[in-house]
Nanobody, 126 residues
Framework: QAQLVESGGGLVQAGGSLRLNCAAS????????MAWFRQAPGREREFVAG????????AYADSVKGRFTISRDNAKNTVYLQMNSLNAEDTAVYYC???????????????????WGQGTQVTVSS
């Protein structure tokens, strides 16, 4: 069973940048879709960005398109989320997730993901 560990969260001023990292415990992760979701207090967990196993397809929520970039390095069992031009609405706990299917059509759908990390807090001060 893949285990996912996020890191890179923290406190940043509006307009700043952060890079989140998600390290997977097993090489089989290279066969999975990977994604980032986030959950703000009092709100449902929402899709942020996703990437297929070969990085050929990526998907983004409209709210982060043009500001966030998802990428992966299968040799390092790691997926990244580069976040630029952060604003207060980006404040949330960010979760890494893995979907065993690898189907591009599944990228945005929370219920398709089989494994989840423990989350990392991102706080943007305005």
């Amino acid at each position: 069973q893949a285990q996912l560990v996020e890191s890179g969260g923290g406190l940043v001023q509006a307009g700043g940048s952060l890079r989140l990292n998600c390290a997977a415990s097993e090489r089989t992760y290279a066969l999975y879709n990977m994604a980032w979701f986030r959950q703000a207090p009092g709100r449902e967990r929402e899709f942020v960005a996703g990437i297929t196993p070969n990085s050929r397809t990526t998907a983004y929520a409209d709210s982060v398109k043009g500001r966030f970039t998802i990428s992966r390095d299968n040799a390092k069992n790691t997926v990244y989320l580069q976040m630029n031009s952060l604003n207060a609405e980006d404040t949330a706990v960010y979760y890494c997730a893995a979907d065993r299917s690898g189907y591009a059509a599944n990228l945005r759908w929370k219920n398709e993901y089989d494994y989840w990390g423990q989350g990392t807090q991102v706080t943007v001060s305005s």
